[in-house]
């Protein structure tokens, strides 16, 4: 087989082409998805339609909202810290209990039984207006529960 130079030079240009205009296309809609720089926080409703000491849950923004005795809000991961099986609140305990390996947590979501080692994780709520934000998208992880991760309307 002849070797041919020609052949070579232009198939070279077109794959160097390709390979750019992956990356500016890649680019384009990395940008694109954070246009517009907002964190969408999800709307819990009005802070005086949820009474103390009850749990709600949201299973769409993958959260529980509890109400505590003195009124705080806490925002809590409704997966488990194990290996992520959704948890089951305990409506006798207040707790919540993993189904898959028999996880228990208290009412604050701090580990009672393993094999989960660490607490659910909480979300940031911000109250504006009387009406709860959780933001989603935002994890945090704790090692223990204080008293600073409620929040007050
Ligand atoms: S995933 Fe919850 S105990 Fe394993």
Do not use: W
């Amino acid at each position: 087989m002849k070797f041919n130079r020609r052949k070579f030079i232009k198939r070279l240009i077109v794959a160097i082409a390709s390979i750019e205009a992956f990356f500016l296309i890649k680019e384009g809609i990395s940008k694109s998805d954070n246009s517009s720089g907002k964190k969408e926080l999800f709307n819990a409703g009005k802070a005086d339609s949820f009474e103390t000491n009850k749990t709600y849950p949201f299973l769409t923004g993958h959260f529980f909202l509890k109400r505590y005795d003195d009124g705080g809000f806490l925002a809590m991961s409704i997966k488990c810290t194990h290996l992520g099986c959704v948890v089951n609140n305990n409506i006798k305990t207040g707790g919540f209990n993993c189904p898959c390996h028999a996880s228990q947590f208290n009412k604050y979501g701090e580990v009672l039984s393993a094999p989960a080692t660490r607490p659910l994780d909480t979300f940031p709520i911000t109250i504006e207006n009387g009406e709860i934000f959780i933001d989603t998208n935002k994890a945090v992880k704790r090692k223990e529960f204080n008293k600073s991760q409620l929040t007050y309307a």
